[in-house]
């Protein structure tokens, strides 16, 4: 009896491992066709047609409501046509929306796979599905308020099966995009080449070992730029993902930094040739997924174009998310490129402090806002360059809706960083605290020094002169009592 039980008992198991192996299989095959799926190919999930009606019906154009609004969706600080310090807060701000988050963002993490299941998608990566897409894109953009995107070629295009199908896809969407752009007048804030998704660029693309893939890495950028100056875009971004090393022990690090500026320097030359004014921004990161990427952080970045003669070439895109992972903070990054001359764009968002990879959270945190928009405002502002926001949604947030929520969090936040720190350089405390500490250097002597006209010599005789120098308060519990009060 018991032996009659126990082979019952295994033929359950074994039944129900067969239905749960089955179900497993037919999630992958789908799966797998919706990765796989070619240009105007048909999928199980139903025939290509034109989508019919408004991709976010119910949702009509955000608006500014104020600060005691209770509407999520509604702005309760961003006031496009207010003026802050003689200045539109849409101009201090120059918003846009990354096309790969928001319309290509599936929800899929390590862990899991995708959770996004947007109504417009019928479960394709095909051209038709692409167009669609992008009309999504500037519904999404014309609702929202935002007069900007960004974009990288392969999110807004499906690869072909060669180069030149690859291209020809390329095309049907920019010349979609091009014709909503006429219609809106929204524009373009800048394009990129993806040169990290797909398994020829392991290895990197401009420090590829292999000839061939950097060829091809060459042949994408050149077709990217081009549509990005086809479609007006101001500037043009390198985020060099897989541009690094795993171990030194099979990389020559001279000779993939050598390509990597030979890279860039034809870059530099095929803008010239075609006419496009816009501005190059390479984005530093520090690693993930490399281990070590050469392009580390601003100063890393900044030190190597000037190594190789680039530095009047390009300037920097800096993402929050990357300066913390590169052991910084946003303000310090923002900081470096901005007293270099180098800060040309900002990817708006952050990470967790508590998880160790590149989350890219919509940024909400009133006092980092603060802090960029006091660099932003010291800078004069972005412009040619603006907040590009470089954010998702959390993998459990599957609405519609939430699209927009996130976005008008992400702007309410910084337009509420710019106010406080208008009001943070006109009260001028905070100004005064930071000079008084340096007021010394205000003496004969102290414009010597930054004038390096004195030298070690009589700098020697000063100190025998003047004896051990006094202790002086650095005040730093003042400066952070006066920045928090304005937030």
Not at 169 to 179: E, I, M, S, T, Y
Not at 335 to 345: D, F, H, K, Q, T
């Amino acid at each position: 009896m018991l032996a009659t039980m126990k082979t019952a008992r295994l033929l359950f198991f074994f039944f129900c491992f067969c239905l749960f192996h089955v179900a497993l299989s037919e999630d992958e095959i789908i799966a797998d066709r919706t990765c796989r799926a070619e240009p105007g190919v048909e999928s199980d999930f139903g025939i290509h047609k034109e989508w019919e009606g408004e991709f976010f019906p119910g949702i009509s154009k955000i608006k500014y409501e104020g600060p005691l609004s209770k509407n999520p969706l509604a702005f309760k600080w961003y006031n496009a046509e207010e003026e802050i310090l003689g200045k539109k807060m849409k101009d201090w701000l120059r918003f846009s929306v990354a096309f790969w988050h928001t319309f290509r963002g599936s929800g899929a993490d390590p862990f899991g796979a995708p959770t996004k299941n947007w109504p417009w998608e019928d479960g394709t990566n095909s051209l038709a599905m692409a167009l669609r897409r992008m009309k999504a894109n500037f519904e999404f953009l014309t609702k929202l308020g935002v007069e900007m995107w960004c974009f990288h070629d392969r999110d807004i295009a499906p690869d072909g099966k060669t180069l030149m199908e690859s291209n020809a896809n390329l095309d049907a969407v920019v010349a979609l995009a091009k014709q909503l752009q006429e219609e809106t007048g929204i524009h373009t804030l800048w394009g990129t080449a993806q040169l990290f998704m797909h398994p020829r660029y392991m290895h990197g693309a401009a420090t590829s070992p292999d000839a061939r893939v950097y060829a091809y890495a060459a042949a994408q950028v050149k077709k990217a730029m081009e549509v990005t100056h086809e479609l007006g875009g101001e500037n043009f971004v390198f985020w060099g993902g897989r541009e690094g090393y795993q171990t030194l022990l099979n990389t020559d690090l001279k000779k993939e930094l050598d390509h990597m500026a030979k890279f860039l320097q034809a870059a530099v030359n095929w803008k010239k040739t075609i006419g496009f004014n816009g501005t190059l921004l390479i984005e530093p990161k520090p690693q993930e997924p490399t281990k070590h990427q050469y392009d580390w952080d601003a100063a890393t970045t900044m030190g190597f174009l000037q190594r190789y003669g680039l530095a009047g070439e390009f300037k920097l895109n800096i993402e929050c998310n990357h300066a913390t992972l590169s052991g910084h903070s946003c303000h310090h990054e923002l900081e470096m490129s901005r007293i270099y001359g180098m800060l040309g764009n900002i990817d708006a968002n952050t990470g967790d402090a508590q998880t160790g990879w590149d989350t890219d959270q919509f940024l909400t945190d009133i006092g980092e806002a603060t802090l960029v928009m006091l660099t932003v405002i010291k800078n004069g502002g972005l412009a040619p360059g603006g907040f590009n926001f470089d954010a998702k949604l959390r993998r459990e947030s599957v609405d519609v809706e939430d699209l927009f929520i996130g976005h008008i969090s992400g702007m309410d936040t910084l337009a509420r960083g710019l106010r406080n720190a208008a009001k943070l350089l006109q009260d001028g405390k905070l100004s005064e605290l930071v000079a008084k500490r340096y007021e010394t250097f205000n003496s004969k002597l102290g414009a010597l020094i930054e004038e390096e006209e004195v030298s070690f010599e009589e700098l020697e005789k000063k100190a025998h002169e003047w004896g051990e120098p006094p202790l002086s308060s650095g005040k730093q519990e003042l400066a952070e009592m006066i920045f928090q009060s304005y937030l």
